[in-house]
Each structure stands twice: as C-alpha cells, then as structure tokens.
C-alpha cells in the first residue's frame, strides 16, 4: 500500500508539469514550491478562520492556487513569448528560490500541522490481511485518479481541451485560425497550479508541512521524465515505478537512499529510453 500512496502523490504532482509541458512547451522548475504553496494557503485559511469547515478550507485554496496560477503567467511568464526555452525554464528555476525564499519569510522555518488546527485527529483504515492506510493516504490515491480522468476527459472531449492541445501542438496555426493561445496557456497554468497545490494540501494534512516539502517536487520530476514528457496517462506507471524503487530502497538498503532512487531509474531510463515510457522522440528533440 505504502508503493500507492506514494506513486498517488507523485501522480498529482506529475501531471502539473505534462500540462504545463503539453500546452507551452515549459518544463517548470518551480512546481515544487508551488506544491509546498499548497499546503501553506490551507494552513493560513485555517489558522484565520475564513471558512466553516476543512472541505471549504480546501476548495478555497485550490482557488487561491488557481488564480496564482493565472497571475504567474501573466505577469511572468507572457513575458517569455518569444524567448527560447531554455530562458523560460531559467525564469521558473528563478520563480523557486524566490517563493522558497518568501515562503520562509512568511511562515518561518518551523513545522506546522494544518490538521491540529481543523481539530481532526490522523486515522487509517485496515484492510483485510492486516494493511493499514491512513486516512489521507486513502485521499491521496482518489484524488491521483480522480484528477487524472477529469484531465483526461476535459483534454479529449471538452471544447477547452481541444484548443489547449490544439495550442500545444501548432501555436502558430492555433493562433490564425482565431484561438486565444494566452487564455490556454494561461488555463494550463492555472490548473497545473492548482493540483500541484492540491498536492502540497493533502501531504500537509498527512505528514506535515514545512519548507522542505518542496523537494517531493523535486522528486517527482523523474516520474514526469521517466513517463514521457508529452503523456499524462504515462504518469500513472511511471509513478508506480518510481515509488517501487523508493520503497525498495527504503526497506532494502537505507532510509537515506530513498532521495537517490527516483534519480537512479531516470538515469537508467535516459540510458535505456531517453524519450521515456510513452513519450515521443520529436519531444525529446524539442527538449
């Protein structure tokens, strides 16, 4: 169970760098801190009273993200129309140590537990053979599936979805044939934001929060990478993979060599299959 609650948070986290990927061609180096944004914008609702209940808390924040989302594309990322790609990952690695920066000076270094302020206790759930699972670690794999099948439908069969790939494919041709390619990128941004944050709120609720969480961000690039940059359903196996190595790694090697694992199957991957599990080779040409 431990290997699907984990492949779970680093599918939520993983499918906010494919959008982003998939719809402005940007690999976003700061969707780690965004995540970790998450966490800190429920905790800040909750301590300050503005809701009536954890469910609202959360939906809030999740608005909160997505709207942060929008304003980071807009007033940053619009800028980097036109410029190389490499200058527009330059500009979100900035964008990381900048909120990672802030996110210190505003709620300090020390850990927080948002749960202790919702006055809900942690519990698990046994299942039958004696396996345990906490409570959030339960929200964790619904949420992963739960997201991936509103992105999936939403890409495939909504209206939006279709410009937003059309956007990603050939902005040019997008572009003259009368789509407001900024509005998607924008959206892609937005959404991307918001799951990430989705993300930060549950792991927050599971295990904590302080400054570092940004690093499971980190950690789950390889997922992104070693699924393919271009495919949100490779997320999901890649993730299972990874986390496998984690966990493994964990209980056969060192609790230390859990940091090192999902870096040793990307290099195996690169090795292997550069382009990764479902990816595409023109991706990696772009890339």
């Known amino acids: 169970m431990n290997i699907v609650v984990l492949a779970s948070l680093y599918c939520l986290i993983g499918y906010g760098y494919v959008l982003i990927y998939q719809v402005s061609r940007v690999l976003n180096l700061a969707h780690g801190e965004l995540m970790s944004l998450g966490g800190y ?8 009273g503005m809701t009536v209940s954890p469910l609202t808390s959360f939906l809030l924040a999740f608005i909160l993200l997505l709207a942060l989302g929008l304003v980071i594309y807009f007033v940053l990322m619009r800028l980097m129309t036109g410029e190389s790609v490499f200058t527009a990952v330059l500009v979100t690695i900035s ?41 959030f670690g339960l929200v964790k794999v619904a949420s992963a599936l739960g997201v991936f099948l509103i992105l999936t439908f ?41 799951i990430g944050g989705l993300a930060g709120m ?63 199957v990307l290099v195996a991957m690169l090795l292997i299959r550069p382009w990764g599990l479902f990816g595409t080779k023109e991706e990696l040409e772009r890339v």
């Open 202 to 264: 549950i792991q927050a609720c599971d295990s904590g929060l302080d400054p570092g969480m940004f690093i499971i961000g980190l950690k789950a690039f390889p997922v992104v990478l070693v699924a393919g940059l271009d495919s949100l359903s490779g997320v999901i196996p890649a993730a299972l993979l990874v986390a496998t190595a984690e966990i493994l790694a964990i209980n056969y090697i060192s609790p230390q060599a859990s940091d090192v694992a999902p870096f040793a």
């Open 154 to 194: 939403g890409i495939k069969y909504t209206r939006w979805g279709i410009k937003m790939r059309a956007v990603g494919e050939n902005p040019l041709l997008a572009s003259q044939r009368g789509i407001a390619i900024h509005k998607y990128y924008a959206l892609a941004w937005g959404l991307a934001t918001s």
């Open 41 to 48: 914008f429920l905790l800040t609702i909750v301590i300050m």
């Open 95 to 135: 964008l990381g140590i900048l909120l990672r920066g802030l996110i210190t000076l505003t709620w300090t270094s020390q850990s927080w537990f948002p749960l202790q302020y919702m006055g809900i206790r942690a519990s698990s759930f046994q299942f039958i053979g004696g396996a345990q699972i906490p409570t």
